[in-house]
């Protein structure tokens, strides 16, 4: 039995016990399930979510780091057909509409702009400058962390892994817009537009 199939086999036996995650014992068989997990892939992680009278949801995620995908996609592809589950890889994409909280930074995406930028040897790759009204230089590496984990939870983990390959923070200037600048909670319709240019 190869390690997605022994990965699978134990969930089956033990499925019920993660159908309600609000029981005492809640953190106790999450740990369970990540070290189940990890024996596949060290490098995976996972959500449980969706209605709790509804099928539940497992979602596998390799937190945005594209070499792993292959291992989610291998995992998920070996899934059962298990009824009240659905199994699903990748983070999905909750659009913008939200605000969040990292390392001390809030962030709302209604706030925060981004610049399109473009690369002179890959014309196609998409990067982007993002920038904060509240920007502090001596925490750039915390925005930045901040802003992927952002990016990933508006366009979704896979799409946003492969549309967006380079990311920058900045301060926000005092007239974003005339600078060129772009709210970010609109970057899925910049996305949209961008592929229709080079489908044109």
């Not at 809640?26 to 009278?53: M, T, V, Y």
């Not at 890959?122 to 904060?132: I, W």
């Amino acid at each position: 039995m190869g390690a997605a199939e022994a990965f699978w086999a134990w969930f089956v036996e033990n499925e019920k016990r993660f159908r309600d995650v609000e029981t005492p014992q809640k953190e106790q068989f999450l740990d369970e399930l990540q070290r189940h997990l990890h024996a596949f892939c060290d490098s995976l992680w996972f959500e449980i979510g969706g209605h709790p009278n509804g099928p539940r949801e497992l979602i596998v995620s390799a937190e945005g780091r594209s070499e792993l995908f292959p291992k989610v996609r291998e995992l998920i592809g070996a899934a059962p057909k298990l009824d009240g589950w659905c199994f699903i890889p990748f983070k999905p994409a909750q659009g913008f509409d939200f605000v969040t909280e990292y390392a001390g930074l809030t962030i709302s995406p209604k706030a925060t702009w981004f610049m399109p930028l473009e690369s002179r040897t890959n014309p196609a790759a998409l990067g982007l400058r993002v920038a904060y009204s509240h920007f502090e230089k001596s925490k750039e590496k915390i925005y930045l962390a901040a802003t992927y984990l952002v990016l990933e939870a508006g366009l979704g983990e896979l799409d946003a892994a492969e549309t967006i390959q380079h990311v920058e923070v900045c301060a926000a200037p005092s007239a974003p817009e005339s600078a060129g600048f772009i709210l970010l909670h609109e970057l899925p319709q910049y996305i949209r537009w961008r592929e229709k240019q080079d489908g044109a």
